[in-house]
């Protein structure tokens, strides 16, 4: 068990949460960045939520992945997505209703997110269950990174508020400030979006292309 | 039986025939180097690409799932039930104002009788026991069942109704206290299950809600409490402000309004 965090592993954890980023970098899971982004609080929910998912979703995969069909492997793998979803939303019913109902159909999707599928056939096919499981929390994590980023902004400029705590005083809006409605709506969390990768791609000479 | 194999140890050659050659055609090996090729009998590994390989791995990691996900389903349906009926009863004592941690408990010191009236009377016709307290209100709706909650807050009587609708994206609810008077909103609660967060979504929100208190119900013989275009309803006792940017949801609540309410007109104006 000396190779618990060998360099491999380590790789694995990391450069998903930054360089190799699975939103900005790869590009994947942009749809439920839209949807879930207007507030700060169902964005950390949900982040978390992938990461348990990717990361035992992974887990699973990786101990089956010798005995998989080729030919029906992505189908096994969205039977393990959906069924760990449900699960965990029948899980959160029973023993923190709240939780489940602050959530309500984001639960359902996380089967969609493509970077459960995207991790699953790029890294838990090939590799062992414990560096998958670590893959897989590094990219949930990731992923939930720049979701907060995001819903922060959005929050923040669009309702005024952060966690549903007013932030902005009342001064403000007396000498004229307005809150930005477009916030809210799905076109800004693009622009963040794509205002992060930028500057994503502007601090690492790597990823820029030729 | 079909012809067997035989492969070549030295250098790999398949030779296929009854029996072994004697002697190998590409590297001349003599007989004893050939061994047989088993095919179809599994060899030490599956063949997982095979047609029937894929078809029993499918069927059996389905039974898998469907008895995994049974079993957490029926382990865990007590529980959840419990929790949707708590739910329930928080959601109407909101509608009183009452935020309660303990929602069981206060509900049954608040909400006396769970009581079923006649659209065509307005006269309660059964009052609806503890034990069969329902959470789908919609269904009950349907079904002809028409809830009225008595409750009693500090001493004077509110009556809770309960109304259904369609938001934007999926179903909408709420219920709507009134005072003894059957007239003056007391209190609304109102939730929804995909509107969109901070546009449609705010129906649940108290900026929302609180509007509605001290309006009227009722205009003449007709439901009047109406949710109108964002900053439009000043001075009015019967219209609360939509919310902007959630336009069809709020046009939601206001059809929900209308529609559940109209079932409740004769008992809303029986004295």
Request: net charge neutral.
């Amino acid at each position: 068990m000396s190779q618990l965090l060998s360099k491999k592993n380590k790789e694995a954890l990391f450069t998903p949460i930054g360089k190799n980023n699975p939103v900005t970098v790869q590009v994947l899971g942009i749809c439920s960045a839209l949807a879930v982004t207007s507030k700060l609080e169902p964005a950390i929910v949900m982040g978390l939520s992938v990461t348990v998912i990717t990361a035992f979703s992974n887990l699973v995969i990786s101990f089956i992945r010798k005995t998989i069909p080729n030919r029906i492997r992505i189908i096994v793998q969205l039977v393990v997505v959906a069924a760990l979803v449900t699960v965990v939303s029948e899980v959160l019913k029973a023993f923190a209703y709240d939780v489940s109902v602050q959530l309500s159909v984001y639960v359902g999707l996380i089967i969609t997110n493509c970077i459960l599928m995207g991790r699953l056939e790029a890294y838990a096919m090939s590799n062992g269950p414990w560096s998958s499981f670590l893959d897989g929390i590094g990219n949930g994590l990731g992923y939930a990174k720049i979701l907060i980023i995001v819903a922060f902004f959005r929050e923040l400029l669009g309702s005024g508020t952060l966690l549903g705590f007013k932030v902005i005083p009342d001064a403000f809006y007396a000498a004229g400030y307005a809150n930005n409605g477009l916030m809210l709506m799905p076109p800004m969390a693009l622009i963040i979006l794509a205002c992060l990768i930028w500057y994503q791609r502007a601090r690492n000479k790597d990823l820029q292309e030729k | 039986m079909a012809t067997r194999k035989f492969r070549c140890k030295v250098c790999g050659y398949v030779h296929e025939g009854d029996s072994a050659p004697d002697k190998c055609p590409v590297c001349q090996a003599p007989a004893s180097e050939f061994e047989e090729v088993t095919e179809g009998k599994p060899d030490k590994k599956l063949n997982t690409n095979s047609n029937t390989y894929t078809i029993v791995y499918a069927a059996v990691m389905v039974i898998v799932v469907a008895f995994l996900l049974a079993f957490v389903n029926s382990g865990l349906r007590d529980k959840q039930d419990e929790n949707i009926r708590l739910d329930t009863k928080k959601q109407i004592l909101s509608s009183l104002g009452i935020t309660s941690d303990n929602a069981g408990a206060d509900y049954d010191r608040y909400v006396k009788r769970d009581v079923l009236i006649d659209p065509a009377t307005g006269m309660e016709t059964e009052e609806v026991p503890a034990a069969d307290f329902s959470t789908n209100y919609d269904n009950e709706a349907k079904a002809g069942r028409l809830h009225v909650f008595v409750c009693d807050v500090d001493g004077e009587t509110k009556y809770v109704i309960p109304v259904n609708g369609a938001g934007l994206w999926g179903a909408i609810w709420g219920y709507v206290a009134l005072d003894a008077d059957k007239q003056t909103v007391y209190g609304t609660y109102f939730s929804h299950a995909s509107e969109t967060p901070g546009l449609g979504a705010e129906i649940a929100g108290e900026a929302f809600q609180d509007q509605f208190n001290g309006k009227k119900v009722m205009d003449g013989g007709n439901v009047a409490l109406s949710v109108v275009k964002h900053g439009t309803s000043e001075g009015s006792e019967f219209k609360v402000d939509g919310i902007s940017g959630g336009t069809i949801t709020s046009d939601g609540v206001n059809n929900m309004l209308h529609t559940c309410l109209h079932n409740y007109v004769n008992f809303l104006t029986a004295k």
